[in-house]
């Protein structure tokens, strides 16, 4: 069983700062890639960041500049780093990782912290 889950979430005012983490619990369970996807309310959920194992970070251009996605070396644990929010922010956020149990492909999602980016 894996079990995705994030941190982080609070209400932030325009042109402040967020950090949202990720941990991924599952035995055996190697992530391959972890990415960060969100959804505003009426919208579809879109992808905002992603990382692999190798550790090269890739960002939708909506977020190019302000946002930074990490992993820690050797855990399963992910980080968003958010600044110069936007009102326009505002989504539930969630965490996605992807990998192997043995030979079986693995894709998780957490419940997803909502940032709601208001004054």
């Known amino acids: 069983q894996v079990q995705v889950v994030e941190s982080g979430g609070d209400l932030v005012q325009p042109g402040g700062s967020l950090r949202l983490s990720c941990v991924v619990s599952?035995?055996?369970?190697?992530?391959?890639?972890m990415n960060w996807h969100r959804q505003a309310p009426g919208k579809q959920r879109e992808l905002v960041a992603g990382?692999?194992?190798?550790?090269?970070?890739e960002y939708a251009d909506f977020v190019k500049g302000r946002f930074a996605i990490s992993r820690d070396s050797g855990e399963n644990t992910g980080h968003l780093q958010m600044n110069a929010l936007k009102p326009e922010d505002t989504a539930v956020y969630y965490c996605?990782?992807?990998?192997?149990?043995?030979?079986?492909?693995?894709?998780?999602w957490g419940p997803g912290p909502q940032v709601p980016v208001s004054s």
């Open positions: 996605r990782a992807g990998g192997t149990i043995g030979d079986a492909m693995v894709d998780s």
């Open positions: 990382i692999t194992t190798h550790g090269y970070p």
């Open positions: 599952a035995s055996r369970f190697r992530v391959y890639a």
